[in-house]
């Protein structure tokens, strides 16, 4: 295993505690997604915020531009797909992703 | 000085804590742990001692309440017992993992099945390698000072880890012995206030019990380890400090009538008590025969142990567990293991008595002796030997 990034356990916080807070902002899980991120389509969406609230990653919140509609947060989302399946309006499918574009525009929608 | 005072050791281990002024309790009731912290929540309940008991649906529960509490900043005690021990198991690596000084006293029993109340070392030897330093009395004084001694090496900035006190059941935990109660002000004087070195605090977040991915859980580990032996130079050097201020004095491996004598007993725990008046009864019947008792089990005193040994023919390895599928008992294989790494080679018997509550008289040590003796001469291997079972 290259070492590269890795702390001396002499370096080691106490008890390997994390000794910042929010230190999760700095993970981008968004890079677990396989080959297809989520996408919205405005025109079948009710605004029922379901997305909002069963995303286990809140990778959506809502968009404070257009009230009621939601915006993904591709740095978050791990592509589990969960919003895709419950979504009562089948308005959100599956978009074709190449790994270039993960780190792309955070908001998809 | 202390006052005299005659007390069931529980409960002189419950006035260890009050002495300590734990600042959390965390506890579930089970025999023969039972006394220690029934009065300890009589204690908190009438006004004597300043702390949350929290009464807990079980073990689990009691070591990850303390496990909370510790993280918070409190200065954190538990005592159980056997199957609530094994009931602990997985949060008592969190507690040493997380460098959590929590103190617990071990009441020491056998675990089911049969069904046993009764005191043998199972419980403790299948929790070795948790991580917290282990400590052993023989007595009741020994229950008191080292439940003090405990906080004071648990709490230290360079330890930070749990401790735990055995004390074996019945034997120790249902006798009233005479025993010397330190005043509250030589506690205070030895035992200041707990400073915690980190603790879960609003004002300066942290994380304690994240993922350690592989990139991390070896070095994680590695710092475990280190501190675990780094705590053997503090350990002792607050025993120095217990003696200057009580005026009893503790050692990681103790010894009696051990000088030039060709055969050893080695002990952990009150069965050291019977094996002094045996070998007072042996050395009266001119055998060269004395005792090495391990007072601090983890982390193991390594070197203490072979000077303690150093010149002796043969040793007797008494375990009060088994390690089945393995040719000796824990204390034994440890041992064996130790000596063969340091290239020092005494004929090691290895005898497993007092399983289950079983009483361990002089007679048998007698017994073992000439056995031992015999062995030794004629090369014949004496290992996890049963004292005592009906053929």
Same mark, same amino acid.
């Given at each position: ?88 309006? /089948?308005?959100?499918?599956? /978009? ?14 | ?75 954190? +005690? ?18 040493? #993992? ?23 070392? #199972? ?28 906080? =004071? ?50 004002? =300066? ?16 580990? =590695? ?18 400090? +217990? ?26 725990? #009150? ?38 040994? =150093? ?53 048998? +040590? ?26």
């Amino acid at each position: 295993m290259a070492d590269e990034g890795m702390t001396p356990w002499k370096d080691l916080a106490l008890g390997c505690a994390m000794p910042e807070p929010g230190s999760s902002r700095r993970f981008n899980t968004g890079d677990w997604r396989s080959r297809r991120r989520p996408i919205t389509d405005r025109e079948k969406c009710i605004k029922c915020g379901l997305c909002w609230i069963i995303c286990p990653d809140m990778a959506y919140t809502p968009d404070p531009k257009a009230e009621g509609y939601y915006n993904w947060d591709g740095y978050y989302c791990k592509g589990c797909g969960i919003c895709v399946e419950e979504c009562p309006k /089948q308005a959100i499918s599956w /978009q074709e992703e190449k790994e270039e574009d993960k780190y792309g525009p955070a908001c998809g929608a | 000085m202390g006052r005299r005072v005659g007390l069931e050791v529980s409960l002189a281990c419950a006035e260890a804590v009050k002495l300590c002024n734990a600042d959390v309790i965390a506890a579930y009731p089970i025999t023969p742990q039972t006394h220690i912290v029934e009065h300890l929540s009589e204690l908190v309940a009438d006004g004597h001692l300043d702390a949350e008991f929290v009464p807990v649906e079980s073990e689990h529960s009691a070591m990850s309440a303390c496990v909370g509490s510790a993280a918070a900043g409190a200065r954190t +005690f538990t005592s159980t017992s056997s199957q609530g021990l094994a009931l602990m198991h997985e949060i008592l690596f969190i507690a040493s #993992s997380l460098r959590l000084p929590i103190v617990m006293a071990v009441a020491n029993r056998s675990l089911s099945a049969p069904i046993s109340i009764w005191n043998d070392h #199972s419980d403790i030897m299948a929790e070795r390698d948790i991580g917290w330093i282990q400590t052993f009395a023989e007595n009741g004084q020994e229950v008191l000072d080292l439940t003090i001694h405990a906080f =004071k090496v648990a709490e230290d900035s360079r330890v930070n880890l749990p401790v735990a006190v055995n004390l074996d059941g019945f034997i120790l935990t249902h006798v009233i012995e005479p025993m010397e109660m330190p005043e509250q002000v030589e506690v205070d004087a030895y035992l200041p206030a707990y400073k915690p070195s980190q603790w879960l605090n609003p004002a =300066k977040p942290i994380s304690l019990g994240m993922v350690g991915m592989p990139e991390v859980y070896t070095e994680a580990k =590695k710092a475990n380890l280190e501190a675990l032996e780094g705590s053997y130079p503090v350990i002792k050097e607050h025993w120095q400090g +217990f003696a200057k201020a009580f005026g009893r004095s503790y050692q990681p491996i103790e010894t009696y009538r051990s000088d030039d004598a060709d055969t050893l007993f080695v002990t952990m725990g #009150s069965l050291g008590e019977t094996c002094m008046s045996a070998v007072d009864q042996m050395r009266e019947d001119g055998r060269s025969v004395g005792q090495v008792r391990i007072r601090l089990w983890r982390p193991f005193p390594v070197d203490d142990f072979l000077a303690a040994i =150093k010149g002796a023919k043969n040793l007797i390895v008494i375990d009060r567990a088994l390690s089945p599928g393995v040719p000796a008992g824990p204390v034994a294989t440890e041992l064996r293991a130790l000596l063969y790494a340091k290239g020092v080679k005494p004929f090691v018997a290895n005898y497993v008595a007092g399983l289950g509550g079983r009483d361990v008289t002089r007679t048998d +040590f007698a017994a073992m002796l000439e056995e031992t003796e015999r062995a030794a001469a004629s090369g014949q291997a004496i290992t996890c030997q049963m004292v005592g079972v009906k053929e």
